[in-house]
């Protein structure tokens, strides 16, 4: 187990819905990034946050933002879903630096009809 | 082009065989680099960093050539327990230092 949770483990919505994706960092560490992973795809740099700043993004439209909160947990928020967000949501938390090991968590599977 | 491209697979290969998995990346400011290994409908995970001088970890090797924009991974007396997807990493330089993975190599080592 790497000591970083995700919630909820599965979510199906519908589109045009919003959605909200939670992580818990292992603990002691300050950066967390996600990452989109598509069926048969590696997984897909969306945002990562360094204490409660997002110091990088990826190639994502606005309505993926994020969260980071002084306990270093952080939110995932996707507004007006398409179809083409189902995907595996995955974050992973680090020490930061450029070499530092990510962690992954299990992921959220999101489904949108 | 990709950022990162990794022969799609998927291999198949008995136990016992060596297999190796190629990946090419385009930028070459890239930092650091990575395999990871993804059990299916699982998280991605660690394997091991990849250094220019190459390095060993038991039955696996990896090789990076900065000059080609090369990097390898050797599997020897594959096991069964192996059987998951490869995915090659790169942090390309810039301040975020996210990790850019190919879109992975599917491994089946069969009985």
């Known amino acids: 187990e790497t000591g970083v949770t995700q919630s909820p483990t599965h979510l199906i919505k519908t589109r045009g819905q919003q959605v909200t994706l939670r992580c818990s960092s292992q603990?002691?560490?300050?950066?967390v990034s996600w990452y989109q992973q598509a069926l048969g795809q590696g997984p897909q740099f969306i945002f990562q946050?360094?204490?409660?700043?997002?110091?990088g993004r990826g190639n994502f439209p606005p309505r993926f933002s994020g969260l980071q909160f002084p306990n270093y947990s952080s939110e995932l928020n996707v507004n007006a879903l398409e179809l083409d967000d189902s995907a595996l949501y995955l974050c992973?938390?680090?020490?930061?630096?450029?070499?530092?090991?990510?962690?992954f968590g299990p992921g959220t599977r999101l489904t949108v009809l | 082009r990709k950022e990162v491209e990794q022969d799609p697979g998927p291999f198949n290969v008995p136990e016992g065989a060596t297999v190796a998995f190629n990946c090419t990346y385009s930028n070459s400011a890239s930092q650091s680099f990575f395999w990871y290994r993804q059990d299916c409908r699982k998280e991605p995970k660690l394997l091991m960093s990849v250094y220019s001088s190459g390095n060993e970890d038991g039955r696996f090797t990896a090789q990076l050539n900065r000059a080609s924009q090369y990097i390898s991974l050797l599997i020897r007396d594959s096991k069964l327990s192996d059987s998951a997807t490869y995915l090659c990493v790169v942090i390309p330089s810039g301040s975020a230092r996210q990790l850019t993975f190919g879109s992975g190599t599917q491994l089946t080592v069969l009985p």
């Open positions: 603990s002691g560490h300050n950066t």
């Open positions: 992973a938390s680090s020490l930061g630096g450029p070499t530092n090991e990510r962690f």
């Open positions: 946050y360094y204490r409660e700043e997002e110091n």
